[in-house]
T-cell receptor, first 117, second 111 residues
């Protein structure tokens, strides 16, 4: 049963601390997405990777967020320094490329619930 | 105008009834359409996708797509209390990688 995994599932931290969230995409999927979900904004796309290359991170605050994919089995999202407004659930999703070479279906991980005090 | 619009609900239906969830989108070039179910405190779970005009059935679920009218709907037959969740509509253009999500419709199935 292939699934996207994310760690940690819950994180409580204090303002100014560094937060690192990790994601293991489904084996064989070559696209990875990071989303943030809040009640107010819904699901927001933060970053997109294709074959480990970052193709879009326009949804991220550049001064404090960074996303990397050091290998095909690991994607990371880092916030430094964290702020209370970053409190949200962060989802990683992975998916295959379609026959036309664009991402199609996406499968979500369980999410990391981040609380910044 | 939002790119993908859904009524936030809640849509309340009795157990055994048909629940009808609707979604409209603004980009006429959209090619792929997805329905995700999200239980409270859980992640979105893909339940259906549809690419062509018409109906697509999978068990108790039927997705309907009308590109001319720019709407996509999800019918849930024989609704169960376990179907109570938020249903997210997502739309993608043909050459785009982005899924544009609606804000979701909350469905309540009353026993």
């Amino acid at each position: 049963d292939a699934r996207v995994t994310q760690t940690p599932r819950d994180k409580v931290t204090e303002m100014g601390q560094e937060v690192t969230m990790r994601c293991q995409p489904i084996l064989g999927h070559n696209t990875v997405f990071w989303y943030r979900q809040t009640m107010k904004q819904g699901l927001e796309l933060l970053a997109y990777f294709r074959n480990r290359a970052p193709l879009d991170d326009s949804g991220m605050p550049k001064d404090r967020f960074s996303a990397e994919m050091p290998d095909a089995t690991l994607a990371t999202l880092k916030i430094q320094p964290s702020e209370p407004r970053d409190s949200a659930v962060y989802f990683c999703a992975s998916g295959p490329l379609s026959g036309q070479g664009v991402p199609d279906t996406q499968y979500f991980g369980p999410g990391t619930r981040l609380t910044v005090l | 105008q939002k790119e993908v619009e859904q009524n936030s609900g809640p849509l309340s239906v009795p157990e055994g009834a048909i629940a009808s969830l609707n979604c409209t989108y603004s980009d006429r070039g959209s090619q792929s359409f997805f329905w995700y179910r999200q239980y409270s405190g859980k992640s979105p779970e893909l339940i259906m996708f549809i690419y062509s005009n018409g109906d697509k059935e999978d068990g108790r679920f039927t997705a309907q797509l009308n590109k001319a009218s720019q709407y996509v709907s999800l019918l849930i037959r024989d609704s169960q209390p376990s179907d109570s969740a938020t249903y997210l509509c997502a739309v993608k253009g043909s050459s785009s990688y982005k899924l544009i999500f609606g804000s979701g419709t909350r469905l309540l199935v009353r026993p």
